[in-house]
């Protein structure tokens, strides 16, 4: 698979949680080619893969991104809005976006000049914020409704390396995992059913794939996400490394021998892992899922990730397709845990 063009398409599509229509066209067109695709009453897309052997198995990655949704049109034409999902506030000022109305606009954040600013002003919050779409009041009014989602615009680009730099890695890079580990489950003729499920909403409710985990009652879940990579300026025991390979997740909402299961797939397999140690929850869709329909084995694989909620996050491409790989590994070789 080409990991690169397959995530610079995700990345391109729209889908500012709670409105993920275009991303769910998008992803069910890639994942026909594995499974019978579906979709639910919160717009999950499915793809089952059905096997002969009984077993259920649920993978997860969510394709909602985070950004802002608009709240009212200023009597002067700008957008006022609020954070849909957790958007870096350091960053928002001078952004570029797209406001997604009854057609796609594109507008910049507004920012005060340095000249302007008072000595130690501190980043504005998301609420404060206004967008500037360039157009008269009248003209906003009639292409612009509060609720309309508004998302970060930048480019995906190419780093030295395998990098690569896009917004909505989180988690697009999770769904490009999915499309990996069902190509090589699909080659080995995986006896197992697994449904891969492309879940909405996980940056603000986590509720698609809640509902997703009640219905399938699978026997066992991997979810697939992100997580913080190593930079200067970052505590290392918080961080994975960036091109060391996917995170194994270790959380008391998390099943311990799942997690020892894929580190053992990963030594066996020749595949570079590293360790995610969690005392809580792991912020991901895993605590949902794990306590779904009576509760259900999970695990939990991330991909490094830096500048998470951003417009520039930046992962490694080797990490998407090592991630996949183990993934894959895992499950053929019967998600079986050491003793």
């Known amino acids: 698979m080409d990991y690169q063009a397959v995530l610079r398409e ?15 066209q998008k992803a069910a067109r890639l994942f026909a080619a594995f499974g019978e695709v579906s979709t639910d009453a919160l717009n999950n897309v499915l793809c089952e893969m059905r096997g002969t052997s009984g077993r259920r198995i649920l993978l997860d990655a969510h394709m909602d991104q ?21 958007a870096d506030k350091r960053v928002l000022s001078a952004s570029r976006v797209t406001v997604y109305g009854k ?39 009639t292409l612009v409704s509060p609720g309309d989602r508004i998302a970060l615009r930048h480019r995906f680009s190419t780093l030295a390396q395998d990098r690569v730099s896009a917004p909505a890695l989180d ?44 219905r399938a009652n699978a ?7 992100v997580s913080f990579a190593k930079t200067p300026d970052s505590k290392a025991e918080l961080c994975g490394v960036l091109g060391a390979g996917p995170m194994i997740g270790y ?6 021998t799942v997690s020892e299961g894929l580190c053992q797939a990963a030594k066996e397999s020749g595949i570079p892992y590293q360790l995610e140690i969690m005392g809580g929850l792991s912020g991901t869709n895993a605590d949902g899922i794990a ?26 491409l080797q ?7 183990l993934l894959a590994a895992y499950i053929l070789r019967g998600g079986n845990a050491p003793c």
């Open 10 to 24: 995700l990345t391109a599509a729209s889908g500012v949680s709670g409105d993920e229509r275009e991303i769910g």
């Open 66 to 86: 985070i950004g802002l949704v608009v709240l009212e049109i200023t009597p002067e034409g700008f957008l006022r809005a609020a954070p849909c999902g957790g």
């Open 103 to 141: 057609e796609p606009l594109f507008g910049v954040v507004t920012s005060t000049p340095p000249h302007l600013q008072k000595d130690g002003e501190s980043a504005k919050a998301p609420e404060t914020v206004l967008i500037d779409i360039g157009l008269s009041p009248e003209r906003a009014q």
């Open 171 to 214: 988690d697009r890079a999770g769904l490009a995992v999915l499309l990996g580990a069902m190509e090589i489950l699909k080659a080995a003729g995986c006896p197992d059913t697994v449904t891969a499920v492309c879940s909405t909403r996980e940056e603000t409710t986590e509720g698609g794939a809640k509902a997703a985990a009640f």
């Open 219 to 225: 026997d066992l879940c991997l979810a697939v996400d």
């Open 251 to 256: 959380a008391p909402s998390l099943t311990r």
């Open 291 to 316: 306590c779904e329909a009576g509760g259900v084995q999970t695990g939990l694989l991330s991909v490094p990730l830096r500048y998470m909620h951003t417009g520039v996050e930046e992962i490694a």
């Open 319 to 325: 990490d998407v397709e090592n991630t996949a790989r």
